[in-house]
């Protein structure tokens, strides 16, 4: 008896667990799993993260048939387009049941990283049914290169596997750099030759640079909508790629009411934008930059924020010009991209001057950068936008017209004495900009001129300065070599050297022409040896 009594209380004990789990297991219960997860880019604030999707099972349970609540906390800041501060933060992210319906905005919390979906109920059929989480963007700026975005869900109804959900990992996704066509950091330009057509609207040039804008992920440049925007999940399907994410446009529940809205749910203000700025610019020098990148990849808008709208042309078809201020400042939009390549714009500088004696254009180096836009420091509210990573470049140099003439060796010494001459050669018959200007004479060797400088008075077009050492007293008892730097172009120079100027000597003399050093800072100067001159195609060699 005493078994049986044991036996009895097993079964009982038994049977309640085997009803409480067959009771546990008719409730609802939804498999949580992140959807597509993207790359998120470094410099964005309005990153899109991965759909949330449930997929339940089961009946509704008691406490599982009335308004139920999902929240969602992040380890970013969530920063989806705020619709209506009246009754709560409401934001455009979206809860869909079956991804029909009429869908659940989501609530943002004081503390930017919780997100919650209330009012909503579940299917009553006990058939599988689906949630999905869409239109949650988060700031990626504070962000280390490499981050995972997680987030957590919590429910009024049993969930599994809810936490450290994968939403995105972010990288750097930006890359500027200066293109040019020689060695230098900047394209070298001679201040007295003009450039582009200096007569009419600007124009390029042989050799001028550009801007490179590449993507450093094949997704980064994102094109504004496509028409699976406006089917649940269809923002990330195939091989859409947009900064608009589930574009809805009908009556939302908030807070228990329902409400539409005036901007869609998930639409983005516009495609990926870039802002390239130019400065420095020197005055008399135009700089003038496409209004559509070759290929119409980019397109040039009138404003950083807002609708786009194509930039109308100042002066010439296809380009916008700066012609008055020290500064530029234009928005290119992406039109065409792909989304399984790495995408590369080339925007070229193009620049324009006319050369006016003694100094239009002024000297100067002219600097570019370029950044993702709008930043957040424009637009709060634009979508997308950016923190601004621009760091500055030279792309220009526009350098002083020199020549820089060596006199391999001079001597005031052992009743020696070196007369000199240098000629201002700019005057000739081959349509050379006549210039004049001094000469600054840099002295190398022993005696009181050694390492100091004197300088000519200027010499004009055409015209030259002959001298002694021996009648200047500043170059008395000077024996070694003189660096001639004149500030105009084609400067030549002679030298003679004797035993017996304006008196008796030996007889002993020679004469020598100074050689040409090519100028550090015009690459269209001077190079350093005939072969190379002729290799070029411009320029005096050294030795000529």
């Given amino acids: 008896m005493a078994d049986f009594r044991k036996m009895f209380f097993v079964l009982v004990a038994l049977t309640v667990v085997l009803v409480g789990t067959a009771s546990a297991q008719s409730n609802v219960q939804c498999l949580v799993s992140p959807q597509a997860q993207p790359v998120l880019r470094q410099e964005g604030a309005t990153e899109p993260v991965a759909d949330i999707i449930f997929n339940c099972s089961g009946t509704l349970g008691s406490g599982q048939t009335g308004s139920q609540t999902v929240t969602l906390l992040t380890t970013a800041p969530i920063t989806s387009y705020v619709q209506s501060t009246s009754n709560g933060t409401v934001t455009d992210a979206l809860l869909l049941v079956n991804d029909t319906g009429t869908p659940v905005a989501g609530i943002l919390s004081s503390s930017g990283t919780q997100m919650t979906f209330s009012g ?29 975005v997680s987030g957590n869900v919590l429910t009024t109804f049993p969930l599994t596997n809810n936490s450290q959900i994968t939403l995105g990992a972010v990288v750097t996704s930006l890359t500027v750099a200066v293109n040019t066509n020689n060695s230098n950091a900047s394209y070298s330009l001679a201040q007295c030759q003009g450039q582009g057509n200096t007569t009419a609207a600007p124009m390029t040039f042989t050799g001028s640079a550009n801007i490179s804008i590449k993507e450093a992920t094949n997704t980064a440049f994102k094109l504004q909508s496509v028409a699976g925007n406006t089917t649940p999940g269809g923002w990330y399907s195939g091989s859409n790629n947009t900064e608009s994410m589930y574009i809805y446009s009908g009556a939302v529940l908030a807070n228990g009411t329902s409400t539409t809205f005036a901007t869609p749910n998930g639409q983005s203000t516009s495609a990926t934008r870039f802002r390239v700025n130019v400065s420095n610019i020197p005055s008399g020098v135009t700089v003038a930059l496409p209004v559509t990148i070759t290929g119409g990849g980019l397109v040039m808008t009138t404003s950083e924020t807002g609708a786009f709208s194509i930039a109308s042309v100042s002066q010439s078809s296809g380009t916008t010009v700066n012609s008055t201020g020290p500064t530029m400042s234009v ?44 930043t957040t420091v424009e637009s709060s509210t634009n979508i997308p936008r950016f923190a601004d990573t621009s760091s500055l470049a030279a792309v220009y140099q526009v350098s002083a017209c020199t020549s820089n003439l060596l006199f391999t060796f001079m001597t005031n010494a052992a009743n020696f004495d070196t007369g000199y001459a240098i000629l201002n050669t700019s005057a000739d018959p081959y349509g050379t900009s006549p210039q004049s200007g001094t000469c600054t004479l840099n002295w190398y060797g022993t005696g009181p001129a050694a390492g100091t400088s004197t300088q000519t008075a200027p010499i004009a077009a055409g015209q030259y300065t002959a001298t002694t050492l021996g009648s200047n007293p500043a170059t008395q008892g000077f024996q070694g070599y003189m660096i001639a730097v004149c500030n105009f172009q084609y400067a030549h120079g002679y030298a003679f050297l004797t035993d017996g100027f304006q008196g008796n000597g030996r007889g002993l003399s020679h004469g020598y022409v100074a050689n040409v050093i090519p100028s550090p800072t015009l ?6 040896s005939p072969e190379a001159a002729a290799t070029s195609g411009s320029g005096e060699g050294l030795s000529q």
């Fill in 523 to 528: 690459n269209s100067g001077r190079k350093a």
């Fill in 331 to 374: 928005t290119y939009e992406v039109k065409s991209q792909s989304p399984t390549a790495t995408d590369t714009y080339l925007v070229p500088v193009m620049l324009n001057y006319a050369f006016t004696p003694p100094s239009s254009p002024a000297l100067g180096s002219i600097l570019v950068s370029a950044t993702y836009g709008p």
């Fill in 120 to 148: 909503f109920t579940l299917p009553s059929a006990g058939t599988p049914f689906t949630l999905r989480i869409t239109n949650v963007r988060v700031n990626a700026t504070s962000l280390a290169n490499g981050a995972i």
